[in-house]
């Protein structure tokens, strides 16, 4: 089990609250650290003192730098190029899905309306990326 925390980079509050609220409802214990725009995540992703995520979750319409913006710069660095993001968001544009895994997103989620039908989207990619998928360490640098 992978117990890092959570980045959820989510500009709107209430959808943040919906998907902490989904995370607790299924169980996952690991810690949640919210994001409310793009410029915030990669702050957090560059702090050289800070832990990598286990996890992020990034919605990609967001305030001062876009979840692409985001996930580009996640991609050009050697070691945080490994830390797997799923791209959780509304947008039903299937330009948004295809750029995302152009970009090396490593899932795509469209956010069900619903909150069962949400929470079980979340219990589904809490399970697979938290506790079977097995990711490299992120401490070691990738090979060239």
Do not use: H
Request: hydrophobic fraction near 45%; aromatic fraction near 6%.
């Amino acid at each position: 089990m992978n117990n890092g925390y959570i980045l959820l980079v989510e500009d709107n509050p209430d959808e943040a609250k919906l998907t902490i609220a989904a995370l607790k409802k299924q169980n996952i214990a690991n810690p949640v650290k919210v994001a409310i725009d793009g410029q915030q995540a990669l702050d957090c992703l560059f702090d050289e003192g800070e832990k990598l995520p286990a996890l992020v979750l990034l919605d990609l319409k967001l305030p001062k730098a876009s979840g692409f913006e985001v996930l580009k710069r996640l991609r050009a660095d050697p070691v945080r190029k490994r830390v797997p993001v799923v791209i959780l968001t509304a947008s039903t544009e299937e330009s948004d899905l295809v750029q995302s895994y152009a970009l090396g997103a490593n899932s795509f989620i469209r956010k069900p309306v619903d909150f069962d039908q949400f929470s079980d989207a979340v219990r589904k990619l809490g399970q697979y990326w938290l506790l079977l998928n097995e990711a490299p360490p992120l401490s070691v640098p990738a090979a060239a």
